[in-house]
């Protein structure tokens, strides 16, 4: 009861919807929230294990500085960004 649990939420021309790779819930415990997770630029951090394993995705082209993310921990993030 003191935990609360996020969704990614993925925009498309059509709708926002729950991403494919996040939870929905299971009828039980469901997300309270759900927030961007899909497609999030923010910082690149050189050498880290993200920028190594998925510099071909993540990088966003023209711009050494930024990484394109995408996944539950992006929305955790936003959602906590608001929260504060």
Do not use: C, W
């Not at 709708?15 to 927030?35: E, K, V």
């Not at 071909?56 to 993310?69: A, I, M, P, Q, T």
């Amino acid at each position: 009861p003191y935990v609360i649990t996020v969704a990614a939420a993925d925009v498309s021309d059509e709708a926002m919807q729950i991403a494919d790779f996040s939870s929905a819930g299971d009828g039980i415990r469901n997300p309270d929230i759900s927030a961007p997770g899909a497609h999030i630029e923010s910082l690149r951090a050189p050498g880290s294990t993200a920028d190594l394993d998925h510099s071909d995705v993540g990088r966003v082209s023209g711009d050494d500085l930024v990484f394109k993310g995408t996944g539950t921990s992006q929305a955790t993030a936003v959602t906590a960004g608001a929260v504060a």
